[in-house]
């Protein structure tokens, strides 16, 4: 018996490796910090170009409207274990005046990723084939400026704490001496505590832990924010030993070298020890706790409010957009109150129904209001794929230029040598 239980947990071991282990990591930070050159160092490969992230204003417009791009690379331990990493890059954020629509379109993006699981859950068939698009992990990378943070720090970590786990990372370490990097990690986690963000301080329950975890996650704990330098090139250091750094006048820098970089550390916890921490925390955690506020018409009532203490109804999609058609369905735009209890007052008078009145309307209210977040969504992706199309058809143009430019001149030395 004992048998067969080692054979079926070798053929489900071996299920799992060959289908992999799918996991979210979304970078955010300004323009300038070295995002690009951080993805690309943790992959260990070229997944962005860095040459086609700076974004500038329009000439019409000062606002530089934040991208979610997403790439997916598929990585191999030395075990053979395969990890289906999906990385979102935010190009964009924080470089306009107000950086408000930048957090609502990333907080947005990660509640929309709950509400498909929601969905999906509530289903009486469910896709089997349906991926899990949910933020496991979000870098925030942080200036270097012996200040702490910034109010734009303080504020993303408020208001996405609750929805994903942060974790702070100090970009561009080595432009700080080592003093330098103690006083900026210092500063960083007072105004941490001081405003009391929720950020990912890698919990562990200290009745139930081992030693070697309790010490792992103590170490963690006290490396935050992690401090990280990034490369794009490979050096041949000679005898097969290629090194991934950065050269400077004096010397080159190894970014790998955990004597002046946490990137080794930060790069291990992600994708190794505490790959499934990550994962299980957001599942357990903060999705239970986002589903619990969504079926129970917290979260709804909360928006509804926000909504009447303020003139925008959703981030970066004008108010005729969300009054237009929902999936090919007309859709009307906000309800008077009144208008909304008397609907709720029929659904009362209904025989048999003893379902509170509250109730009907916290659900009729978040469905709403999800089939709104679902069109600003949409509408995003819309314009997204519009500048796709238009970057495309302007680089097109400039190969055809260059086409002609370059056969115009073959045929004027061809003619000058004749």
């Known amino acids: ?147 702490g943070l910034k109010e734009m720090d303080v504020e993303f970590m408020s208001k996405l704490g609750s929805l994903v786990n942060i974790l702070p990372v100090i970009a561009k370490s080595d432009s700080l001496t080592p003093e330098e990097l103690k006083l900026n990690k210092r500063l960083i986690m007072e105004d941490i505590d001081r405003f009391n963000l929720p950020i990912y301080n890698f919990p562990f329950d200290e009745d139930d832990v081992s030693q070697e975890d309790y010490d792992t996650n103590t170490y963690l704990r006290s490396t935050l924010p992690f401090s990280i330098i990034g490369s794009n090139e490979v050096y041949d250091m000679g005898n097969s030993l290629m090194v991934r750094g950065r050269k400077y006048p004096w010397g080159m820098l190894d970014v790998e070298d955990a004597t002046i970089s946490d990137f080794v550390i930060l790069r291990n916890a992600l994708l190794i020890s505490h790959l499934h921490d990550l994962k299980d925390y957001t599942h357990e955690i903060l999705y239970e706790r986002y589903r619990t506020e969504a079926l129970s018409g917290e979260s709804a009532n909360s928006f509804q409010n926000a909504r009447n203490n303020s003139t925008v109804t959703s981030p970066a999609v004008p108010q005729q957009q969300q009054n237009n058609e929902f999936q090919g369905k007309q859709k009307s735009p906000v309800l008077p109150q009144y208008q909304a209890e008397n609907n709720a007052s029929n659904i009362m008078s209904s025989p048999g129904n003893d379902v509170p009145r509250d109730t009907y309307l916290a659900r009729e209210e978040q469905i709403r209001l999800e089939e709104e977040r679902l069109k600003a969504f949409e509408e995003r992706v819309q314009q997204e794929l519009i500048m796709k199309r238009k970057e495309l058809l302007q680089r097109e143009q400039e190969l055809r230029e260059i086409e002609e430019r370059l056969e115009k001149e073959a045929n004027l030395k061809k003619e000058t040598l004749e």
């Open 1 to 147: 018996m004992s048998g067969i239980i080692e054979a079926s947990s070798a053929l489900r071991k071996r299920k799992h490796l060959k289908r992999g282990i799918n996991f979210t990591v979304m970078v955010v930070g300004q323009s300038g910090c070295g995002r690009s050159t951080f993805i690309n160092t943790l992959c260990g490969q070229q997944v962005v170009d860095t040459s086609s992230t700076v974004l500038l204003p329009t000439d019409t417009s000062t606002e530089i409207e934040l991208q979610l791009r997403e790439e997916t690379v598929e990585l191999e331990d030395d075990e053979g274990v395969k990890i289906q990493l999906n990385i979102i890059d935010t190009p964009g954020f924080g470089d306009s005046l107000d950086n408000t629509s930048s957090f609502d379109i990333i907080s947005d993006y990660i509640r929309h990723q709950y509400d498909e699981i929601l969905l999906e859950e509530s289903r009486v068939r469910r896709n089997p084939r349906f991926k899990d698009g949910r933020v496991h992990c979000c870098l925030y990378l942080i200036q270097p400026n012996s200040r």
